[in-house]
């Protein structure tokens, strides 16, 4: 008999204490326990974590699968997920705030679980999008010869270690949970 994992509001120190959608999202991957999964788009996760607070317990159940589609977001726009938030959320925020401040009001000016779940499931397409690039983009990043020898960075900074339980990596507290 398979669990199928209860999602639940805030932060949690260890998978035997709850888990949130990025925290859920950090073990599917392989990952340190976290809420800031290196596998994903850091303004992505930031609305993945208020849209996990802001729902209602029936709604967290329908995020189950955006555990995984989220993998693999990390390339995208952070300036057009934060538009795309303000814009639909019918919110302006000044230039100056930090992104987390940004998604969260756009997220907190939104109600209803559905009306949650497709921005959520609009950002995560913004940065599936922004990952393939169109044709000409492609174009010249081949042309540029891409970005050879460019090591992926996350929570490790670049050394290569993301995901290594011996890294001594550990999550973060101020992160962008509602409540």
Do not use: Y
Request: hydrophobic share 35%.
């Amino acid at each position: 008999m398979s669990r199928v994992p209860r999602l639940s509001r805030g932060w949690h120190r260890t998978p035997a204490d709850g888990c949130c959608l990025m925290e859920l999202t950090s073990v599917l991957a392989g990952e340190v326990w976290s809420d800031r999964p290196a596998c994903v788009h850091p303004v992505l996760a930031c609305v993945a974590r208020c849209v996990n607070d802001q729902s209602t317990e029936e709604g967290r159940r329908r995020l189950l699968p955006f555990a995984t589609k989220v993998i693999g977001t990390r390339k995208a726009s952070a300036e057009r997920l934060m538009a795309h938030c303000t814009r639909r959320a019918g919110i302006d925020a000044p230039r100056w705030w930090p992104r987390g401040w940004v998604v969260a009001k756009a997220v907190r000016a939104m109600s209803g679980d559905e009306v949650l779940r497709r921005l959520l499931d609009e950002c995560v397409a913004i940065c599936r999008e922004g990952a393939h690039g169109t044709g000409d983009e492609q174009a010249a990043r081949g042309a540029a010869g891409g970005r050879r020898g460019h090591r992926a960075t996350g929570h490790a900074g670049g050394r290569g270690t993301a995901g290594d339980p011996r890294a001594g990596q550990v999550p973060r507290r101020d992160h962008a949970h509602a409540g």
